[in-house]
């Protein structure tokens, strides 16, 4: 049997534009390796917010401190 990671933590911080979601997973691979997240499946164009699932606790604090001041 496998182990199932759950996501059961969320981070929505405000990003507006296009490709929400690839710019988010750019910066991700550059300032937040060690984070494990889960993306929407998309995120609507005019939307100025976007949802992150986040697997702990830690994991969401190291999000919003590394975020912080981010151009995304």
């Keep these: 049997m496998g182990y199932k990671m759950t996501y ?10 296009g490709n929400k979601l690839r710019r988010f997973t750019d910066w991700a691979s550059q300032h937040a390796a060690d984070v494990a997240f889960k993306l929407p499946p998309q995120t609507p164009i005019r939307t100025e917010t976007m949802t992150v ?14 975020l912080d001041g981010a151009a995304l």
């Design 53 to 66: 699932r986040l697997r702990s606790l830690e994991d969401r604090q190291t999000l919003i401190r590394r």
């Design 8 to 17: 059961k933590y969320s981070f929505t911080f405000p990003i507006s534009g």
